[in-house]
């Protein structure tokens, strides 16, 4: 394993290393956000795949796009839009992963809905992330108001709204970026470009190659970035973060990966794509990545990794243990916030 100074000197020889300008402890905790929502996501499959939950719907191998992108905002500023897979998001934003199973099982202590929504609702006022609806791209429209609130307000705030990019067929997409685009809004659009949308292939979706080719349309920036590298889409999203808040309006950066599980856990994705596809995308696993350049960079040690692993299975296991024995929802408070006043014949 290199040390620091060896690393320092390749630097010096080769040019700048991809994390310049990030500190140590960040990426180090980038690194700890990618294996912990990792680790959730693999209890959450097992929970369901026993029986203990109905349903589930999962990012992985798209870590290094969720935290990338988080850690390039300011938390308690900005405003977060997200979409069913961000589960890295969640995690890299503040939400524990005894919050996250409290949301799977439907609980009633729950920060997303208090049981109220399915799974992957994903929402937290504290930490200004904002419920999505469940047709898909309709956080978009809502981030772009979010935005428009901002701008008129006179406030820093920078909104990031996320989606698949099979989401981005869907005309709230494509309201919101033209809306975006006239107002010159503080709005970010992160497309997880996974290569299919359900079982649709990206070529059966459009007929370019990139989703930020579209940005162009609306008279905004459009970039694309390898998604498995987290430096790369933490650079990429922190430099349209910074022009937003100027006030340089909207950008879409599309981040290039790939889901390595099915769509959901009532999906047989043996149907439209082979098992080599999928063996040939796992050997390119974002967090095996990310941990071997912080092993060479000599940021991270084995020592340290083994003794982070542990704490976070420990965690996932508590997390497990409390919120399947959390209280469940009230039934009488089924309609609290659904009406502005409670309609007679209901308890």
Wanted: one cysteine or more; a neutral charge.
């Amino acid at each position: 394993m290199a040390t620091a100074r060896e690393s320092a000197r390749r630097s010096t020889k080769q040019g700048a290393e991809p994390h310049v300008g990030i500190p140590n402890d960040q990426l180090l905790k980038m690194y700890r956000d990618m294996v912990l929502t990792r680790r959730v996501t693999d209890r959450m499959i097992a929970l369901q795949r026993q029986g203990r939950v109905a349903f589930f719907i999962s990012g992985q191998g798209q870590e290094a796009t969720q935290v990338g992108v988080t850690h390039a905002i300011k938390r308690g500023t900005d405003w977060v839009f997200p979409y069913y897979r961000d589960q890295g998001v969640c995690i890299a934003l503040g939400m524990t992963a005894r919050e996250l199973m409290l949301d799977l099982f439907g609980k009633a202590e729950g920060p997303c809905s208090h049981g109220r929504q399915m799974p992957s609702h994903f929402g937290h006022a504290a930490l200004r992330m904002v419920s999505g609806s469940s047709p898909v791209a309709t956080q978009t429209l809502h981030a772009v108001g979010c935005a428009l609130a901002a701008k008129l307000r006179g406030l820093p705030e920078v909104c990031i709204t996320s989606l698949g990019e099979g989401s981005t067929g869907q005309g709230d997409f494509h309201e919101a970026m033209n809306f975006a685009g006239v107002h010159k809004l503080p709005v970010i659009f992160i497309v997880e470009n996974n290569g299919y949308a359900i079982s649709q292939p990206q070529s059966k979706e459009m007929a370019v190659k990139d989703v930020a080719d579209r940005a162009a349309g609306y008279g905004f920036r459009g970039s694309v970035v390898d998604g498995n590298d987290i430096m790369a889409v933490y650079q990429t999203t922190r430099w349209a973060v910074e022009e937003a808040r100027r006030g340089h309006g909207p950008s879409l950066v599309e981040c290039k990966t790939y889901r390595i599980v099915p769509h959901s856990s009532s999906d047989d994705d043996r149907r439209y794509r082979t098992r080599k596809e999928v063996e040939e995308w796992v050997k390119r696993d974002p967090i095996d990545r990310f941990q071997k350049y912080l092993l060479g960079a000599g940021i991270l040690s084995e020592e340290t990794d083994e003794q982070m692993r542990a704490g976070i299975e420990e965690e996932v296991t508590d997390a497990v243990r409390y919120a399947e024995q959390a209280a469940d929802p009230d039934p009488a408070e089924a309609l609290k916030h659904v009406y502005a006043h409670q309609p007679t014949g209901f308890p």
